[in-house]
């Protein structure tokens, strides 16, 4: 075996020009096809990210009307017969064993009527939130404080607004002991909290995905829960945030948390239920459809590989027929078949696993190469690398096989009178 890896890199060096275009085939093929899954699984991981969250595990359970999600802008369309979300309920959720924690909310979406001084604030989402939100969510404190205990109990008039309401409406000073209007009622800025999902930067390529995100430019303000009636006079329903122990929990854990708030609607409400977001589910689909696209990618791309298997044949007819003479001068000496099936066999295979490498090394660097031009994330994968590599032997072994075969059938004497 070794000798034949000697010799087989000995020839390989002897006809250094003919073996790399030899090679090129394979090497393209290779390459294209690791670019190909690299940049593929690169963007499926950012639109998983996108969708479940880099390990945030939260699962939104929100209010439907009739399928529609369930806005409330005024006492008048509050749906009848959807309570709060009880103490109780919540602790019925925390109890199951996919959910590690859960917080619910009363919401304003794009709320007016929020002044600080002469000037409105530019319709922020309004949030009535419980003791567990921040942590669940996974909020960080800039400054100032969170809401406590006594801010509940006591139905303290107090604020926490978001990183991007506090750049917009205070930009050249801190927010924290400012006072701000909620229809009215003043309440005090005790804090300035981080969303943990700030630092992503939304892809706008379109106007639909500019209405999209757009939303997310006015920030969030929030208030303890108790207040909320004394902003908006009613207590209302409110939508419900699970956070999974893991993203496989993740499905589980939201219809489970749909159910038993289901449970607690009144049975002659039929338009409103509660419905979880099924995350996974749409990122196995686009795994799905991306994996479709990747295999018909890979298929294209084989092409270069079959051409390039085609050309190893086609060199390693051409070295059978300059070595004949040699072929003929070891099998008179007592060569076996068998020897000289494995002679030309392995260099095939040599030839074609050095393009395989070369390929595996020119395809990582393509895809950094389209990841830094077009801003495509990369994601290289090692399984496939070594997969790229056997496959390139398989190559080797399949289209070698003939050449080999002819060189351990030529007779000796026919071989030896040919030169």
Known sequence: MFENLRLSFQSIWAHKMRSFLTMLGIIIGIASIIAIVSTIQGTNEQIKNELIGSGSNLVNVTLKQNGSTLYIYSSSSIPYGVPEVSDETKAEILA???VENVTSYSERESADGIYYQNTELEYPTVRGIDTSYFSTMGYSIRSGRGFVEEDYTNF???????????????PNEDPVGKIIEINSVPFTIVGVVVDPDSTYTAS??????????????????????A????????DEPENVVVKAVSTDDM???GASAKEILNS???SNQTEVKYDAEDLVSQAQQ????????????????????????????NIMMVSVTERTSEIGLKKAIGARQRAILGQFLTEAVVLTSIGGIIGVGAGIGMAYAIGRVSDIPIAISIPASVIAVLFSMLIGIIFGLVPSMKAANLDPI??????
Do not use: H
Not at 156 to 170: G, K, M, P, Q
Not at 204 to 225: A, Q
Not at 297 to 306: G, P
């Open 96 to 98: 199951l064993d996919t």
């Open 156 to 170: 303290r008039t107090v604020a926490i607004i978001d990183s991007v309401l506090a750049d917009s409406a205070f």
């Open 204 to 225: 706008i390529n379109s106007i639909s995905d500019y209405y999209m995100y757009e939303y997310t430019d006015y920030g969030y303000l929030f208030i303890p829960k």
């Open 227 to 234: 207040c909320w009636p004394i902003v908006y006079c009613f």
């Open 251 to 253: 499905d589980k854990a």
């Open 264 to 266: 607690t609607i009144s």
């Open 286 to 313: 686009i795994d799905l459809l991306s994996s479709a696209t990747n295999s018909q990618l890979i298929w294209i791309a084989s092409i270069s590989l079959l051409v390039g298997g085609i050309g190893v044949m």
């Open 414 to 419: 026919e071989a030896l009178r040919r030169e």
